[in-house]
């Protein structure tokens, strides 16, 4: 599938081998969904990735039919996923923890698997990583991409539901040999919940961006003379272009001169409702929509764009959102206009340098500071970001720094000779 939240899995998965690890990845055979990345499975299967895929229903599935969903009306969309968390726990994918437990035991029994590697969410995947680990008592590495119990897109109908989960993640933390995390909030809720566990039990490894997708991208990309917003992914929950929107509409309003001289590019599919609010705000004209675009176009337009648009949504849990579009976007070396709530990527953002932060929700501000970046960029002064800080998420290096971790748990020297290193990777 194609979207932003498989990058830090298959970037990982790729560069294992840069480290002698021979990642097996153990998925699902997606049935359908709204978008597919091509590009990016074909990369793993040029550096040698071994996927093995549980079955589905029917003979039609998304590797062998192009068709795609429709992007359904966010508010039924919304609705149906919290009728289904009603009766699935922990998530959506609870069925696939059988037949994936299953599947990997059948690769770990043929082949000379040292490590377990889960990645969640969904939080299924560390479930089936604690049934490995105590099945065959290989070291069980499970990495935390959002936190499983504040997550803003968790939603639990009564307390009875969040209690079911924390037993869950009990089991996974008292089964698990190391625990990863993508921020210090993340860390620190696991901590807090949990008080057997240490300070120095759980590490963080945060979402980075591939420096090979920068380098071999080219930036001649159709454009106009105008100043380029971009915002790259989908639009879901509390994410919403409402009030950048909003907040151009009223930068227009108070220096119409610009309207020609500006325009906002969305990189994916737009439901009807966000083209209606485009219509709304008499914005047709100054929104260019490419549709879905494949992870390298994704970055052929970012290199081609002037200011990187970030938004994330206020109210709960928000402050433990590390999206991974923020890492894309340090990659590209951009100003960015980050439209968010106090927390863990404010933090990060803030050593960024070039960069202008706003409340997600308040579009006089985002307008002020639209209008601000404008007259940078008429002078030629758009802000350069710290270059030191954007190199400590090469995902390079973060790879490296997770299979230290392996090795240090299979009592591997990096300076030891050759040995066969297999690690087996659930995931969706």
């Not at 589905?56 to 359904?72: M, V």
């Not at 696991?190 to 930036?219: C, K, L, M, W």
């Amino acid at each position: 599938m194609g979207t932003g939240s498989v990058l830090r899995t298959v970037k990982f998965l790729k560069y294992f081998p840069s480290f002698d690890w021979q990642p097996y990845v153990v998925t699902i055979t997606p049935k359908s969904y709204y978008s597919k990345d091509d590009q990016l499975l074909n990369e793993l299967k040029v550096d040698g990735v071994k996927i093995f895929r549980t079955p589905c229903r029917g003979r039609k599935n998304l590797l062998t039919d192009n068709k795609l969903k429709r992007l359904p009306n966010e508010g039924k969309r919304l609705f149906f996923k919290r009728i289904k968390q009603f009766y699935r726990i922990p998530d959506l994918q609870k069925k696939w923890r059988k037949k994936a437990t299953k599947l990997a035991s059948e690769i770990i029994e043929k082949e000379n698997i040292r490590i377990i590697f889960a990645t969640a969410p969904p939080f299924t995947d560390l479930l089936v990583g604690a049934d490995l680990k105590k099945k065959y008592n290989i070291p069980l590495v499970v990495d935390y991409r959002d936190s499983w119990l504040y997550s803003p897109t968790n939603f639990y109908p009564l307390p009875y539901y969040r209690y079911l989960n924390t037993k869950k993640e009990i089991e996974v933390i008292r089964t698990a040999d190391e625990i990863i995390t993508v921020n210090r909030r993340i860390k620190e809720y696991i901590i807090e919940n949990y008080h057997n566990v240490r300070h120095e039990d759980v590490n963080i490894i945060p979402h980075g961006y591939d420096q090979q997708d920068f380098d071999s991208a080219s930036t001649q990309l159709p454009r106009t003379n105008k100043m380029r917003f971009t915002y790259a992914g989908s639009f879901f929950d509390s994410i919403s272009p409402k009030y950048f929107l909003e907040g151009l509409s009223i930068a227009i309003n108070k220096r119409p001169e610009i309207k020609k001289k500006i325009e906002a590019c969305f990189l994916g599919i737009l439901s009807k409702e966000n083209l209606q609010l485009i219509s709304r705000y008499n914005l047709t004209e100054l929104v260019y929509n490419p549709g879905y675009v494949n992870h390298r176009e994704c970055i052929k337009y970012l290199l081609s764009s002037d200011i990187l648009w970030l938004m994330i949504g206020s109210g709960k849990g928000e402050d433990v959102v590390s999206t991974v579009k923020m890492f894309e976007y340090f990659g590209a070396r951009k100003p960015i206009l980050a439209c968010i709530p106090d927390g863990t990527a404010k933090s990060s953002l803030r050593h960024y340098n070039s960069v202008k932060i706003c409340e997600p929700d308040d579009p006089e501000a985002i307008s002020g500071l639209i209008l601000e970046y404008y007259d940078l960029y008429s002078a030629n002064r758009l802000p350069d970001p710290n270059e030191e800080m954007v190199l400590n998420y090469d995902v390079k290096k973060l790879t490296h720094q997770l299979v230290r971790y392996f090795e240090f748990l299979i009592d591997i020297s990096p300076q030891s000779v050759f040995q066969e290193k297999k690690i087996i990777t659930n995931t969706i």
